[in-house]
């Protein structure tokens, strides 16, 4: 743990909405960062998403359809370094929160748009959730078995994915801040963070004119794959010579070293028989339960998993030594609610503050301003 916080002393307004928005700021506020999440009179529900994303913020709610909701924006504006919002395109140019305009009152400002599609495309215009751009990226299209639909991932995959690039634009942006003196614009579109992950799917089209298709659990271009045991299911990834001998020898089937072995020079012939080689292996494995099988691949130094249920990984030994589920105060202030913990060290109090009630610091927020007559037309104090 680290006190104070990569960010301590940066102030965070956060105009945001779902998952990507309040996932950036959410790691903005692990580092230190006073985050002000900036609610509209109709706020997100509060839920197990929200305690997961929004602890240890402040929440002051403001009405930006009105001139005293915009005057104690602005005045927040002028005392910021960093504006990050996952609201769609036009929407902040709309309620007087866009670029052009904050960057009259604070040159400063380190602004970091979250879109579906970001500017200059002709999409600018489309709303997009999380299954959008997994549709439009290729993941679906890639996740699934061969004969079957494509399918959805199992978690919000572009939403925080695009979160974690927004975190990385901000420290990026204010890095540059510290070189230049001045503030910058970054406009992150969902879609782009997601097909950074394509990895070689645009090389397989465009150089090696190939097409690349679902195939369920394997992995594609090596030899990887999921397997059923007698009581579930078990992920084996040999993909050294060394490891697939560890495969041959835990079967008892010396014959599969014919494609692939520590004496082929690197020649590996696999993935051209997949179908007699995965059915060895699931013979084997079937006759196994989980734990035995993976227990005697790992013995022999073959990389393998059980593939575990979300109540697995509650109890599974590394999580709880790594403290990987921590737990908040609820807004309530009586229970607690467990959520995920951030793989970086984080403030001390990072897991001590509960997420705001809704509009609960509008009161004292507007007086750090300077500001009287803190209600009124604009302001909702909960």
């Known amino acids: 743990m680290v006190s104070p916080g990569a960010l301590d002393g940066i102030r965070v307004l956060g105009v945001e909405h779902f998952i990507s928005g309040p996932f950036c700021t959410q790691i903005l506020a692990d580092q230190g960062a006073d985050v002000i999440k900036v609610e509209s009179p109709h706020h997100d529900q509060r839920n197990g998403y929200f305690h997961t994303l929004n602890r240890n913020k402040r929440s002051i709610i403001l009405d930006l359809r009105t001139d005293r909701g915009r005057q104690i924006m602005r005045a927040l504006v002028a005392t910021a370094d960093v504006l990050v919002t996952n609201f769609g395109a036009g929407v902040p140019d709309k309620l007087g929160f866009g670029y052009s305009e904050l960057r ?46 494509p399918m959805l991932g199992g978690i919000f995959i572009p939403d925080h994915l ?21 503030g910058s614009f970054t406009d992150l579109a969902m879609l782009d963070c997601l097909m950074s992950f394509q990895a070689s799917s645009f090389q397989e089209v465009l150089n090696w004119h190939e097409s690349p298709q679902r195939i369920g ?7 990887a794959s999921t397997y059923q045991a007698s009581d579930g299911y078990l992920y084996l990834a040999p993909l050294t010579a060394k490891m697939w001998e560890g495969v041959a020898a835990v079967i008892g089937q010396p014959w599969i070293l014919e494609y692939f072995s520590t004496g082929s020079n690197g020649v590996d ?38 593939i575990l249920s979300i109540e697995d990984i509650v ?33 001390d109090k990072a897991y001590d503050i509960a997420p705001p009630d809704a509009g609960e610091d509008t009161e004292a927020i507007i007086a750090e301003l300077g500001l009287a007559d803190s209600t009124g037309p604009g302001v909702t104090v909960d």
Do not use: K
């Open 162 to 182: 695009a979160g974690l690039y927004a975190a990385l634009a901000t420290s990026f942006g204010l890095q540059r801040r510290a070189l230049t003196g001045e």
């Open 217 to 223: 659990s394997r992995v594609r271009g090596s030899f």
């Open 104 to 149: 009259e009152i604070n040159p400063r400002l380190v602004y970091v748009h979250i879109t579906g599609f970001g500017r200059d495309t002709p999409y600018e215009d489309r709303p997009a959730f999380d299954g959008v751009i997994q549709a439009m990226s290729g993941l679906m299209h890639l996740t699934g078995e061969p004969d079957g639909p």
């Open 269 to 306: 012939t696999r993935l051209e028989h997949r179908q007699p080689l995965d059915a060895a292996i699931e013979t084997w494995t079937r006759a196994h339960t989980v734990a035995e099988a993976t227990a005697a691949m790992q013995a022999a130094g073959v990389a393998a998993s059980p």
């Open 315 to 347: 109890a599974d030994p590394h999580v709880q030594a790594r403290r990987l589920i921590r737990q908040v105060p609820d807004i309530n202030g009586v229970d607690s609610v467990y959520v995920p913990a951030s793989p970086l060290p984080v403030i």
